[in-house]
């Protein structure tokens, strides 16, 4: 009995001696099936920085079912921002579920300070031109003051978190925030509650009116004073957003469909 206890103990330890590498490899095996999605060609990123943002649009694009993508340029060679999104995607060919399909890229032009978001496919629909201007807002900001991780980051989790709505809808609606929709079953549950304790014990009958004798209750007298009429104007100031607006979608040299929005930082 103790020679097949030592025997076993001796098979488990070269199992885990075994284990080890094998985990090791299959470790670095799904290392390499992360997808390049930054291409940082103005070095905006250090390596790090670049390292999670990469990893985290991997994850988000992935349950998505969509390429997020960001390109930056700074060079004398930089054209149109718009036109730059276009060729990237044609040229690169993009895509999460085949070459030319799901995907939604940043390019942001230093050179021209220029920034321009394109939806391609599935990210044409739940991330229309609406939806890709309030992604620029929110971005933009962080792009003026040079937290390029920071707007980066907020760009790959907006446009996760909107791709999350049915399109035609606003995903900034505060009741599809989830504290609001906690606060309004909380406030309703409360309500109901008051209204059954005060019911519960009995209604009240009598009132201000009951011993009331209408004949010989009225009004014993009124008066009206007019003093003046004041009216004033104010002029109602339209509200801006960062940068340039719009730029909208439009289709590549390829012929591929986009959304769009453009602006300057």
Same mark, same amino acid.
């Given at each position: ?7 076993? $103990? ?20 799904? $290392? ?13 990123? =250090?390596?790090?920085?670049? *390292? ?5 649009? =991997? ?14 340029? =700074? ?14 995607? *044609? ?17 942001? *032009? ?7 978001? $394109?939806?391609?496919?599935? $990210?044409?629909?739940?991330? *229309? ?137």
């Amino acid at each position: 009995m103790r020679r097949k206890r030592v025997i076993l $103990a001796v098979l488990f330890f070269f199992v885990m001696m075994l284990a080890v590498p094998m985990d090791m490899i299959a470790g670095e095996a799904a $290392a390499t099936k992360e997808k390049q999605l930054i291409f940082d060609t103005a070095e905006l990123l =250090n390596q790090q920085e670049y *390292d999670e943002l990469n990893a985290l649009a =991997n994850q988000y694009g992935a349950e998505r079912e969509t390429d997020m993508m960001i390109v930056t340029i =700074n060079s004398p060679e930089a054209y149109d921002v718009k036109k730059m999104t276009q060729d990237f995607y *044609d040229d690169y060919a993009p895509g999460y579920d085949k070459p030319h399909g799901n995907a939604v890229i940043l390019m942001l *032009d230093m050179t021209h300070r220029d920034v321009y978001l $394109a939806g391609f496919y599935k $990210a044409k629909t739940y991330l *229309d031109d609406e939806r890709l201007d309030k992604i620029r807002d929110k971005i933009t900001p962080d792009l003026t003051s040079g937290d390029y991780k920071l707007a980066f980051q907020k760009y790959i989790q907006t446009a996760h978190k909107y791709m999350g709505f049915r399109s035609g809808v606003n995903p900034d609606n505060i009741f599809f925030n989830t504290w609001v929709q906690l606060g309004i079953a909380l406030a309703l549950g409360g309500g109901i509650v008051t209204l059954m304790v005060r019911r519960s014990g009995g209604r009240i009958t009598v009132n201000s009116r009951t011993y009331e004798d209408a004949s010989t209750s009225g009004v014993v007298d009124y008066e009206d004073t007019y003093l003046h009429t004041s009216t004033t104007k104010r002029k109602i100031e339209r509200s801006s957003s960062n940068g340039s607006s719009g730029g909208g979608g439009g289709t590549t040299s390829g012929g591929h469909s986009h959304s769009g929005s453009r602006g300057s930082f």
